[in-house]
């Protein structure tokens, strides 16, 4: 439907394949040096320490849009639950920062006593420190392994990764596709962030975690020198990201997953096995999301329920519906321009409109045209800004 | 005889303005024998002087307890007397107790007003009770009632039985007998007939049953070295299953028949209290890091004497092997406790069996509400193979419509009866111009109409918000429709419940009614089979799927006024179904009504039984439920009715 090309390809290197992976890698770099030398942290302090986290949110955003864009633009499967995945990164990083945060603070406080605290002392304060605000105080079972920053790393692709796995597994091998599979989907995020918002659900129910920007044993550095560093953590992420995506999609495995994208029957006619290919395809952008997740909630600060709600996977797909399916650089324009304007216009910065007869609030009436706007691009605008790019850029080439 | 007595009495006390002792014993002189507890009452002495009272058997004592306790007695201060009277504007005006006659003003100097506490006032109650039983007013007996059945003593017993005879309202004497029965049941004089009045209510429902059965088996525990012979046993307690070894520990404790468990924070309080230069024993403080070396130190101090022994777990162990727990009953006699036992087995029986029934009815409604809201976006599946995530926000048009048709119309039952149909033509309105603008365009896209009327969600959503506010804005029901249809103590059901059920089941017989028996519904389904072939038969695709699609907008409008009788309406009233009806939708099959009657009816029976597990959680109920329909799908992909034959696979 889309993306098909006609000339036939002669083996060329990667890169040469891919033009559009160096601009983008040339682009990322130097949005992300421009950024750091205009910082607070680091140079001419004209951009504050919440634009830099605001950046590199943005970046993670990049990323996860990346991953929806490989599930639906390049393999067909409309996923409204990605962002589950990307929330469950959140959770699991979430688990290290609070409870190592929690640690420190708990020594601190018990260091004060005559006995030197025990470690079970230290355990009780730590439950009662965290899960007090949902009426416990032991610490559950599945914070076995929050003492240990290299196995919640690990959890952070293993938990979101397993979880789509087993979905996948299920849903592709009973033949859910299309507008079933996305509603699946929906019901899977929103199960996900009901289960969440229990207070019994051994991650504080609906105040999840929070304090997540402290991170524990860097608390002598300030807050401005840490969003530089996970600025330059999420611009690697998303460049490396971006070149295992671009990759992906090149050669013959990118033309499998278009193939079944455009028409699964028949390249299972063919002889693929199709449901392993979608299975491989839903596993890996579920890990790209979660590690998203994991390097963006520690620069929001708090993980919630709230956020695995469906609304928020449903976003996703309009970001990466209004870059352009399909083209990977079509995502991350999508996600960062969406994403930065809404948080402009819902944020206030905007000055209301007076349209004469009244006064149009930006906060109010911003997804209202969001909304309307979304539509007109599907309708008219099928491939979104970057086919425009495209177009433009053929139109250029070919005159 | 009495009359005339009476009268002459008053004569001769309008002459002498005083009572002569030497009248017969009267009221008055009752009174005035019992005049210190009456001028000075407290709770715990005023029974035993209602009791007096009544035992002299005079007459008047209920008029005047009710006077006493609407305080309305005054004390005459220069004989000491007590008369009725009442304050006019600062002048009191006494009356004589027994003959009734106005004795004239007094300043309030000369009188003292007799004011008994709240405490005081609520035994009075109790006791004035027996006497309203059987007042000739059937309000005041009905009150009277009511008092007892809330709160009542064995003295209560033998009036109220005695006023059930003369009782002539039917309903008051229903109450009264079965009240006669509760109380027999706690406080019968004797065995066999409280074993009777047990036996009497098998099968029976009601809470004031249970509440008067429950407290016959209350048990205590008890330990001791073997099992007495004199007392009601409950049951024998196993260490472990019935009563954790803490528990039995502390139990034994609390008997002397054992010393004191360890407490972490007593331990570590003695250890340091023996400190000394940061030194215990020879051991350095700092190196109690760890709970086993603090208890060894512990151990240490109990041996030198200087703290306080405990038990160790194998000396526990020990002590456990000698003693037996086990509950004994409160209530003395086995015959009634194996009476009220099995009494309340039969009930619960009883119980489950209602619980069951409230539970089909719950369901039964929740499936009506998901069944109204699934079935317009079912049909648009089904026919066009467009899913309208916009759905939602038409159900939350259709409850706006129904709150602005109230504000213009103040009568509820008129309101309504317009909504409905008001709303119906809005949304169909709405659906109509949806599908014309941008559905028909999307025609060939499923996935991007997901996306584009998700746009229009968000949109109407948004917009809702700003014309109507965040605030959600009630609707509602007219007063015929307030209140419940109430079976008995557990079985009930609301009737805006019923009536949403009348609504869903008139809704569904409909649109089978249009389906099947219509040359509209024949063209649906033609379109809904083959598009193609139905066009070149004359039929235009493009009116029909337009046509559908406003129905099944209407039909969200409809459920919409129907949520919002029970719920609040709000911008996220749509939001808060939609997902719900997807489900539905999903699990029942799509494009048939049938089907999606069995997915209403299988989703919310499912949620009710999830509910029931774990009443106190209803956000597990439907992560839960979520999760049963995933699996579900592993099995009938297609849900429960299935479209065969080629249409199926497109």
Redesign the interface.
């Known amino acids: 439907m889309f993306g098909r090309s006609t000339t036939i390809e002669k083996p060329r290197s990667f890169f040469m394949k891919n033009p559009s992976v160096f601009i983008f890698i040339a682009a990322l770099s130097v949005i992300t040096v421009v950024t750091t030398l205009l910082s607070e942290a680091l140079g001419l302090g004209l951009l504050s320490t919440s634009f830099i986290k605001l950046l590199g949110k943005t970046l993670c955003l990049c990323l996860i849009a990346i991953a929806m864009d490989l599930v639906w633009g390049y393999c067909g499967i409309?996923s409204l639950g990605h962002f589950a995945f990307f929330g469950l990164g959140g959770y699991m990083i979430g688990m290290w920062l609070m409870y190592e945060r929690t640690k420190d603070i708990v020594i601190n406080s018990l260091s004060s006593q005559?006995?030197?605290?025990?470690?079970?002392e230290i355990q009780d304060a730590i439950g009662t420190q965290i899960f007090g605000v949902v009426g416990g105080s032991e610490i559950p079972a599945i914070w076995f392994f929050a003492d240990s920053l290299s196995a919640q790393l690990a959890l952070v692709v293993l938990v979101p990764g397993l979880l789509a796995l087993l979905?996948g597994w299920?849903?592709f091998?009973?033949?859910?596709t299309?507008?079933?599979l996305?509603?699946?989907t929906?019901?899977?995020t929103?199960?996900?962030a009901?289960?969440l918002?229990?207070n019994d659900s051994g991650l504080r129910g609906n105040n999840g975690l929070s304090g997540l920007q402290n991170i524990p044993g860097l608390e002598e550095i300030p807050q401005s020198f840490i969003s530089i560093w996970f600025l330059w953590g999420s611009a690697l992420a998303l460049g490396l990201g971006y070149l295992l995506a671009a990759w992906v999609v090149s050669g013959k495995f990118g033309n499998i997953i278009r193939g079944i994208r455009d028409d699964e029957a028949r390249v299972r006619f063919l002889g693929y096995p199709v449901e392993t290919y979608k299975l491989f395809i839903f596993t890996l952008t579920a890990v790209i999301a979660a590690v998203a997740g994991a390097l963006y909630y520690p620069q929001a600060g708090i993980v919630n329920p709230v956020e695995l709600a469906?609304?928020a996977s449903?976003y996703l797909?309009?970001w990466v519906?209004i870059g352009g399916r399909g083209r990977l650089y079509g995502a991350v324009i999508g996600a960062a321009l969406v994403s930065l304007l809404s948080s402009a216009f819902t944020g206030g910065q905007v000055p209301d409109l007076p349209l004469g007869f009244v006064l149009l609030q930006w906060v109010?009436?911003w997804?209202?045209?969001?909304?309307?706007?979304?539509?007109l691009v599907?309708?008219y605008a099928?491939q979104g800004l970057g086919g425009l790019v495209d177009r433009f850029i053929r139109n250029g080439g070919y005159k | 005889m009495r009359q005339l007595v009476f009268c002459l009495l008053s004569v001769v006390f309008l002459i002498i303005t005083d009572l002569t002792p030497a009248a017969a014993r009267n009221l008055q002189a009752v009174l005035m024998e019992n005049l210190k507890s009456i001028e000075r009452p407290s709770r715990r002495t005023v029974g035993d002087t209602i009791e007096n009272l009544f035992n002299s058997g005079v007459d008047g004592v209920p008029r005047f307890l009710q006077k006493w306790r609407d305080k309305k007695v005054w004390l005459l201060k220069e004989n000491k007397t007590l008369f009725y009277g009442s304050d006019k504007r600062g002048d009191i005006e006494l009356i004589h107790i027994v003959t009734g006659k106005v004795l004239g003003s007094f300043s309030s100097r000369a009188a003292k007003q007799i004011k008994p506490n709240s405490g005081v006032r609520s035994v009075i109650d109790s006791a004035l009770v027996r006497f309203q039983l059987s007042d000739p007013d059937p309000k005041v007996r009905g009150t009277a009632l009511q008092t007892l059945e809330r709160n009542a003593d064995a003295k209560q017993l033998k009036p109220l039985r005695d006023s059930v005879a003369s009782e002539t309202d039917l309903s008051l004497k229903a109450r009264k007998k079965r009240l006669e029965r509760l109380l027999t049941i706690s406080f019968g004089q004797s065995i066999p007939e409280r074993v009777i009045a047990i036996k009497h209510f098998e099968g029976d429902v009601g809470i004031d049953l249970r509440a008067a059965l429950n407290p016959l088996l209350s048990t205590t525990t008890i330990v001791a070295a073997e099992l007495p012979k004199d007392k009601n046993i409950a049951r024998q307690l196993q260490i472990g299953i019935d009563i954790s070894k803490a528990e039995a520990h502390a139990k034994l404790a609390s008997r002397g028949l054992a010393p004191q468990p360890l407490v972490k924070s007593a331990r570590?309080a003695a250890?340091?209290a023996n400190?000394a230069d940061g030194k215990v024993e020879g051991v350095a403080?700092?190196a109690?890091?760890?709970?086993a070396a603090?208890e060894k130190i512990y151990r240490t101090l109990v041996n030198a004497g200087k703290a306080a022994p405990f038990l160790n777990p194998r000396g526990l162990e020990d002590l456990l092997q000698k003693y037996i727990f086990f509950e004994i009953y409160t209530e003395p006699d086995p015959r009634i406790t194996d009476a009220a036992l099995n009494g309340l087995t039969s009930i619960n029986a009883a119980v489950n069996l209602n619980q069951a029934l409230d539970l089909g009815l719950d369901a039964l409604s929740l499936a009506s509400i998901y069944f109204l809201a699934a079935i317009g976006l079912a049909i648009t599946?089904g026919v066009m193979?467009v899913?309208n995530m916009a759905h939602g926000e038409f159900i939350m048009m259709g409850a706006y419509t129904g709150y602005l048709v109230q504000q213009l119309i103040p009568n509820y039952t008129i309101s309504i009866v317009i909504a409905l149909p008001l709303a119906f033509a809005v949304t169909f309105a709405a659906g109509v111009i949806l599908e014309r603008l941008?559905i028909r365009?999307?025609m060939h896209?499923?996935?991007?109409t997901?996306?584009?009327t998700?746009?229009?969600?968000?949109?109407?959503?948004?917009?809702a918000?700003?014309m109507f506010g965040t605030q959600a804005v009630p609707l509602t029901a007219p007063s015929w429709l307030d209140g419940s249809l109430i079976f008995n103590d557990i079985v009930s059901i609301s009737y805006i419940r019923i009536a949403i059920f009348f609504l869903a089941a008139a809704f569904c017989l409909l649109l089978l009614y249009i389906l099947r028996r219509t040359r509209l519904g024949l063209e649906v389904r033609a379109v809904t089979q083959n598009p193609l072939m139905a066009s070149s038969m004359g039929i235009n695709p493009d009116r029909i799927n337009m046509l559908t699609f406003g129905l099944g907008s209407g039909i969200a409008g409809i459920a919409g006024v129907a949520i919002g009788l029970f719920a609040q309406v709000s911008s996220e009233l749509g939001a808060n179904y939609i997902?719900q009806s997807?489900?539905t939708v999903?699990v029942g099959g799509v494009g048939s009504i049938v089907g999606t009657l069995a997915g209403a009816g299988m989703i919310g029976s499912l949620q009710k039984v999830i509910e029931w597990f774990n009443p106190s959680?209803t956000?597990?109920a439907?992560?839960y439920m979520?999760?049963f329909?995933?699996?579900f799908?592993?099995?009938r992909?297609r849900g429960i009715i299935a479209i065969k034959g080629r249409a199926a696979e497109e």
């Open positions: 409309l005559v006995l030197p605290p025990t470690p079970i979905f299920l849903a091998r009973s033949r859910v299309g507008v079933y996305s509603i699946l929906q019901a899977m929103l199960a996900l009901l289960y918002f229990q469906p609304i449903i797909a309009v519906a109010d009436w997804t209202v045209f969001l909304g309307f706007g979304f539509v599907t309708l099928p | 570590d250890i340091i400190a403080l700092g109690l890091n760890t709970e603090r599946f193979r899913i941008v365009h999307l896209r499923p996935l991007e997901l996306l584009a998700f746009g229009i969600s968000i949109a109407l959503q948004q917009l918000k700003n997902v997807f489900m999903v959680n956000l597990a439907q992560t979520i999760i329909v995933i699996i799908i592993q099995f992909p």
